[in-house]
């Protein structure tokens, strides 16, 4: 059982990334599916995260517009598209599964029972 998150890099500000966390031994259809990330001296907060029924996502202030969440069930993988990148953008991102369904606590990382180990992303100005 396990999350494996990869895609991380070095950018220049406005470029793009695109994450993708490959799940295995879950089952990855009934999963609301997060993405966090962890900046160096900062705590671990809420980016981005997808329900089980594929259409409902909800994403913190500051991503809005820029990242995308979306899910392949086929493919037991979930991905984040980062345009516009900027340089506070930089952190360690990690994907999250939670199996409880339209969780209202999306945003906190008690609701989440599998992580990934994460990927770093650097942008630079």
């Known amino acids: 059982v396990q999350l494996q998150a990869s895609g991380g890099g070095l950018v220049q500000a406005g470029g793009s990334l695109r994450l993708s966390c490959a799940a295995s031994?879950?089952?990855?259809?009934?999963?609301?599916m997060g993405w966090f990330r962890q900046a160096p001296g900062k705590e671990r907060e809420f980016v981005a995260v997808?329900?089980?029924?594929?259409?409902?996502?909800y994403y913190t202030d500051s991503v809005k517009g820029r990242f995308t969440i979306s899910r392949d069930n086929a493919k037991n993988t979930v991905y984040l598209q980062m345009n516009s990148l900027k340089p506070e953008d930089t952190a360690v991102y990690y994907c999250?599964?939670?199996?409880?369904?339209?969780?209202?606590?999306?945003?906190?990382?008690?609701?989440?029972?599998?992580w990934g180990q994460g990927t770093l992303v650097t942008v630079s100005s």
């Open positions: 997808i329900f089980s029924d594929g259409g409902t996502t």
């Open positions: 031994g879950v089952d990855f259809p009934r999963n609301a």
């Open positions: 999250a599964a939670d199996a409880t369904y339209r969780n209202p606590w999306y945003y906190s990382i008690r609701s989440y029972e599998l």
